[in-house]
């Protein structure tokens, strides 16, 4: 089946714009993630949604970073007033409900969003 | 939130095993123990999960003592394609709500597989 999606593929933008990255997971998983992996570095997580449960922002770097989801699947992740330093790749993936995964939550990566803040 | 431990490199020759250590002194009990691969410009892969003792699929095998406070992730005989970055994590679910639930994938172990 599809795996999870994510669009646009590269995004350059001029500092002090705001830019939207979107995310498709896979049908039917109810926890999305969104992360950020600058270069070299490892993955450094964002924010989290469960179901219709509030969203776990304690990963947002600042309030220029804010992310929805609506009707429990799509994902976007807003960054404002983007900064040089916001130049990463933000990464979404999702997962199914543990109890039918089996032990903890795996997560199925999408490919990414190269953003880049000139 | 356990805080994982990796070597932050690691280099082997092509058909070797490669044993790949992760410190968790600090697991809980209902921590799970799961590794991803990260190859350059895709976003990681799951590999293998496991909670104790011993758990193998078709890629890798994951060794786990009996204290958990650390466990080895296994490639037999790898080639060029396993160059890759391998991530440890550890984290619970199970009983985690909005809020209390974050995961820390570290910088991962860089592998590179020498022809």
């Known amino acids: 089946g599809a795996g999870v999606s994510q669009s646009p593929s590269n995004k350059v933008t001029e500092k002090g714009k705001d830019v939207e990255l979107r995310c498709d997971p896979i049908s039917g998983h109810t926890a999305l993630y969104w992360y950020r992996q600058s270069l070299g570095q490892g993955l450094e997580f964002l924010i989290y949604?469960?179901?219709?449960?509030?969203?776990?922002k304690s990963g947002l770097p600042s309030d220029r970073f804010s992310a929805e989801r609506t009707g429990g699947s799509v994902s976007t992740l807003t960054i404002q007033r983007t900064q040089q330093e916001d130049s990463a790749v933000y990464l979404c993936?999702?997962?199914?409900?543990?109890?039918?995964?089996?032990?903890?939550?795996?997560?199925?990566f999408g490919p990414g969003t190269r953003l880049t803040v000139l | 939130l356990a805080k994982t431990t990796q070597p932050i490199s690691m280099d082997s020759y092509e058909g070797q095993e490669v044993n790949i250590t992760c410190s968790h002194n600090?697991?809980?009990?209902?921590?799970?123990i799961t590794w991803y691969q990260q190859f350059p410009s895709q976003g990681p892969r799951f590999i293998i999960q496991?909670?104790?003792t011993k758990v193998t699929n078709e890629v890798a095998s994951l060794f786990i003592p009996a204290d958990r406070k650390s466990s080895t992730l296994s490639l037999p005989r790898v080639s060029l394609s396993d160059t890759a970055v391998y991530y440890c994590l550890v984290g619970d679910i199970e009983n985690s709500g909005a809020g209390s639930y974050q995961l820390t994938f570290g910088k991962g172990t860089k592998l590179s597989v020498i022809p």
């Open positions: 993936a999702s997962s199914s409900p543990w109890q039918l995964a089996g032990g903890a939550d795996t997560q199925y």
């Open positions: 496991g909670y104790k």
């Open positions: 600090n697991i809980a009990t209902n921590d799970y």
């Open positions: 949604f469960q179901g219709n449960s509030a969203p776990d």
